[in-house]
Antibody, heavy 120, light 111 residues
């Protein structure tokens, strides 16, 4: 059974870096042709794609966040991660990790989501 | 890049049919697959339609998707409305660089 689980601090100070990890069980994140994504949802708002990292480790970022965003992976832990720098209150959101079966298909598996609040 | 525009809300009565539109601002809607997600409160989204008109296993055939090039839009149609269809629905596609784009979401109310 494929499962994704987000983890990380629930509170981040303004101007600091938001770091989250997604632990994947049931499949190796290096398995072709799967892609692994971060998607967030601000309170009461819609979904925003942040970025995707491929089975080979190549990242693709939302152009509006590219200057602040880094995605990486640790294949030994079967995890992929998100670092978002210089956060503001606008980055307060539920952060989901998700899987896509190829780059152009739907996100078929999602984590439960992790609420991150940016506040001093 | 482009935008996907959805109505903020739609409503319908149990047993009736509703359609949610998703209009692409630029570029041909038919060039890139459209997906539809259902999101209930405090839950992650789940796919109800992928690749324009395909249903994942377990999604009832009351859910259908289509593309209309003349209006450059995609549509999600839900027939035989049930109270548990009440949720937010999001369309999603991607651009030529495979950047993912979500619509703003539509709140479906079953009256």
């Amino acid at each position: 059974q494929l499962q994704l689980q987000e983890s990380g601090p629930g509170l981040v100070r303004p101007s600091e870096t938001l770091s989250l990890s997604c632990s994947v069980s049931g499949i190796s994140i290096s398995t072709s042709p799967f892609y692994w994504a971060w998607i967030r949802q601000s309170p009461g708002k819609g979904l925003q794609w942040l970025g995707t990292i491929s089975y080979s480790g190549s990242p693709l970022y939302n152009p509006t966040l590219k200057s602040r965003l880094t995605m990486s992976r640790d294949t030994s832990k079967n995890q992929f991660s998100l670092n978002l720098t210089s956060v503001t209150a606008a980055d307060t959101a539920v952060y989901f990790c998700a899987r896509a079966d190829t780059m152009i298909k739907d996100f078929d598996y999602w984590g439960q989501g992790a609420l991150v609040t940016v506040s001093s | 890049n482009f935008l996907l525009t959805q109505p903020h809300s739609v409503s319908g009565s149990p047993g009736k049919t509703v359609t949610i539109s998703c209009t692409r601002s630029s570029g041909n809607i038919a060039n890139n697959f459209v997906q539809w997600y259902q999101q209930r409160p405090d839950s992650a989204p789940t796919t109800v339609i992928y690749e324009d008109d395909q249903r994942p296993s377990g999604v009832p055939d009351r859910f259908s998707g289509s593309i209309d090039s003349s209006s450059n839009s995609a549509s999600l149609t839900i027939s035989g409305l049930r109270t548990d269809d009440e949720a937010d629905y999001y369309c999603q596609s991607y651009d030529s660089s495979t950047h993912v784009v979500f619509g703003g979401g539509t709140k479906l109310t079953v009256l």
